[in-house]
């Protein structure tokens, strides 16, 4: 005989006990926005990630822009892609130091619903246009606590919208001199999980687009993390389980001061060579960066128009006290490659 619906969720409870004393556990979150009653059925963190998939923010991921707009190939990566990638890439680490894969997984699904159209290119002329400047990360974080469900917000756990909100990494080297740290250790992966999915599958988008060529990628750095995309994720991944061996947490005695998810520095050097590589011969190679300047023609348009057109915003952006600035660009960065298109063509734009 099963177990009873609302034992389901305390059992669930019960088997976070297993896991590493340095893993997160639901029964200890520092809690919603909102107070509220605890599923039956499910733990807060897995209740997170699933309010994340069934959101519309969620859904439009599949239509936004990772590096190479509007692709004609069926194989090129979206930001719903990547997002899942990342949260492959971010459970196998979690899953090896013995932490908690519910609030992973919930933090990488989350991670990017505040990117914009047109990747980076969309979120540049944002951070241009806004007044009060833009970054996705804190879109993100945006979007979970105030524009989905029609203003309600998803009412997330404060460890999934930390892990949300500090997984930007900018320019800083992997674990470098400004790199911020997640209060979690499931942060901690994520943010670098992040890096891992995005270094190999932009990699592999620049081959199929016939950007770069084999020959190009640096070999030193190939050398050591393998020629395949599944070798350098795999090498990558053993090495941070390894380097972070202590996180399971099975010394006899427990350290003083908790342990922090860590990387080689020989692997470090080496993802750190690849992302230079990418942003010196892909992401500012002539065909991204001629995309992404009609990207930005369209997005400078259809910020305008609505600017001067606030009656034309949709009631759910339209209705907020707040300034018609903000409102617009919360419109404009929850856009779809393709929709911020028809909408500009739509407008009068080219």
Known sequence: MGLPHESVRIW???????????????????GRLRQEEPSATRTEFQRDRDRIIHCKSFRRLKHKTQVFIAPLGDHYVTRLTHTLEVSQVARSITRGLNLNEDLTEAIALGHDLGHTPFGHAGEEVLNELSPSGFRHNEQSLRVVDLLEKSGQGLNLTAEVREGILKHSKSRVDVMGDG???????????????????????????????????????????????????????????????????????????QQAQRPMIAVSPAVSDSMNILRGFLFERVYNCGVVNREADRAKKVLRFVYQQFM?????????????????????????AG??????????????GR
Do not use: F
């Not at 057109?309 to 419109?331: F, G, T």
């Not at 490659?337 to 028809?342: E, G, I, N, P, T």
């Open 12 to 30: 669930l409870q019960a088997k976070e006990e297993q896991l590493s004393p340095y893993a997160a556990r639901s029964q200890q979150s520092k």
């Open 179 to 253: 790199w911020e740290t997640v209060d979690t250790l499931e942060g901690q992966i994520c943010k670098i999980a992040d890096l891992i999915a995005y270094i190999n599958h932009d990699i592999d988008d620049a081959l199929r687009a016939g950007v770069i060529t084999e020959d190009d990628l640096p070999q030193d750095a190939i050398a050591l993390l393998g020629k395949s995309r599944s070798q350098r994720i795999d090498t990558i991944i053993c090495d941070i389980i390894d380097e972070s061996w202590a996180a399971r947490g099975e010394d006899s005695v």
């Open 308 to 332: 001067a057109n606030q009656e034309k915003l949709p009631p759910e952006y339209s209705m907020r006290d707040e300034p018609p600035a903000r409102r617009v660009v919360d419109y404009v």
């Open 335 to 348: 856009m779809t490659d393709q929709y911020a298109l028809r909408l500009s063509e739509g407008l009068g």
